[in-house]
């Protein structure tokens, strides 16, 4: 199932139905961490906790999974269909631009990533799965368990996800990213 668009899904609906994290917590019984998560795609929701998410939004589970299993042979995006994805807007300033949403049952989740000068994620965190990335452009710093890696153009790390981590751009210039998350099932 292709999660980055179910928590788009999820998130758009919240949006549409003018609610935030908090209300939808309220009407879920759902902790307001979890459904930023969720959201975030920073944890797939069980089949129960998707059912209650459903109910407080209003919608039925089957309209909200609708052709995310779908898989065509061959997706190609074109630089100008490129989706932004919203993903911890209030820990971080990177923009993420999907580079496969027009392939819903996908393993792996593509993105590039840029990160402004003197941006990037405030906070390590982890996350479920595994993650690749590789400087296009520029340079950043990769903190992984704690430990700082500077990484310039061409340099390319490959690290269990679920052991907190981060990029960030001190530099004076934008930094571009190729960043893929293979998420694991629950």
Known sequence: MNLVELASRIRNTRLSRGYTLDRVSELSGLGKGLLSKV???RVTPSLPTLARLC???GIRLSELVEGLDERPNLSII???ERKAVDRDSDQSDISYESL???RPDRKMDPFELTIPAGGGRRDPMPHEGEEFLTVLEGAVT???NG???QLVKGDSAYFDADI???VFNPGATEARILCV???RSL
Do not use: D, P, Y
């Open 100 to 102: 496969a949403h027009g």
């Open 39 to 41: 959201e975030n795609f």
């Open 164 to 166: 907190a981590h981060r």
């Open 55 to 57: 109910e407080a939004l």
């Open 142 to 144: 990769f903190e992984f």
């Open 78 to 80: 074109r630089r100008g």
């Open 147 to 149: 430990e700082l890696h």
């Open 181 to 183: 998350f293979l998420g």
